[in-house]
C-alpha cells in the first residue's frame, strides 16, 4: 500500500474535495502544510535565472521531505480506497479546470493534459490492484524521486492555473508541462513493472550487449543509448 500513499496531489481547490469526508480541524492542518510548501513552487516558476534543468532538481529535493509529511498525514486521516477515489476526483478536477484556463500555458496545455491523462490512467490502475498493492512490503527503485518530481511539476501548474503565482515565468511553466508529462509516464511505467513484472532486465542486458559489441556509426546504437538512459533535461519546446 505504500506505492498509493506517494500518488494524492494537493492544492486549495483539490483539498476541497476531502473537506466533507475528513474532519475541520485535520482539513485545516493539511491546508496549512500546503501553505508551508507553497514558496518552493513560487521560488521555482517565478525566476529564470539559471538551468531550469538544475533548479528542478533542487526544488523537487527539497519538496520530497515535507511531501512524505503531508502523504503520511493524508494517509493517517483517510483510508486506501479514499485516498484512489481521491486520485480519481483529482484528474477529473483538472480535466475540467484545463478546459477552462488551459490556454494561459500556450503551447504547454497538451503535455500537462497528457500529463493527468496519464495521472488519472495511474489511479485506474490503483483502484484495479488494490489486492496486489497491499502485497507491495518496499517501494520500487526510482519511485519516490519520479513520483515526488511529478507531483512538484503537477501541482505548481496546477497552483498557476488555480490563481497562484501570477508572476509566473513563461519559460518555467513550459519546463514543468513536460517535466509533468515525462515523469508521470514514469511513474505509470515503475508502477506496471511492480504489477506486471516482466523481462526488462533481460532486455537491458541484451543492449548492454549491443552495446559492447557496436562499432562507431552502427544504426543501433542510438537506439539502445536512448533505452538505456533516458534524459531528464526538459526543455521549454520538448524533452531531450
Known amino acids: 500500500m505504500a506505492v498509493i500513499a506517494e500518488i494524492p496531489i494537493l492544492t486549495h ?46 526544488a523537487s529535493s527539497q519538496y520530497a521531505y515535507p511531501r512524505l509529511e503531508v502523504v503520511f498525514l493524508l494517509l493517517s486521516i483517510v483510508g486506501p480506497l ?29 503535455p500537462l493534459r497528457n500529463a493527468w491523462e496519464t495521472y488519472a490512467q495511474i489511479g485506474e490502475l490503483l483502484t484495479q490492484n488494490v489486492p496486489s498493492l ?6 520500487p527503485y526510482g519511485w519516490h524521486m519520479t513520483s515526488t ?31 509533468a508529462e515525462s515523469e508521470a509516464a514514469n511513474v505509470k511505467r515503475i508502477l506496471m513493472q ?5 523481462d526488462a532486465p533481460e532486455e537491458k542486458s541484451k543492449s ?6 557496436s562499432w562507431q556509426g552502427d544504426d543501433s546504437l542510438n537506439e539502445d543509448l536512448k ?12 524533452p531531450s
Open 13 to 58: 481547490r483539490i483539498l476541497n474535495l476531502l473537506a466533507e469526508v475528513i474532519p475541520p480541524d485535520k482539513h485545516r492542518l493539511l491546508r496549512e502544510r500546503l501553505e508551508l510548501v507553497k514558496p518552493l513552487f513560487g521560488s521555482f516558476l517565478t525566476k529564470d535565472d539559471g538551468d531550469a534543468h538544475e533548479a528542478f532538481l533542487i
Open 82 to 110: 479514499q485516498l484512489t477515489k481521491l486520485v480519481r476526483a483529482t484528474a477529473d478536477f483538472a480535466s475540467e479546470m484545463l478546459e477552462r484556463h488551459g490556454w494561459r500555458l500556450g503551447e504547454g496545455v497538451q
Open 134 to 139: 497491499n502485497q507491495v512490503r518496499s517501494l
Open 149 to 179: 518530481k511529478m507531483d512538484f511539476s503537477l501541482t505548481a501548474t496546477a497552483l498557476y492555473l488555480e490563481g497562484e503565482f501570477p508572476e509566473a515565468r513563461v519559460a518555467r511553466l513550459g519546463y514543468l508541462c513536460q517535466a
Open 194 to 198: 511492480v504489477l506486471f513484472p516482466s
Open 208 to 213: 548492454l550487449r549491443r552495446l559492447f559489441g
Open 227 to 238: 533505452s538505456l538512459y533516458t534524459s531528464r533535461l526538459y526543455r521549454s519546446s520538448e
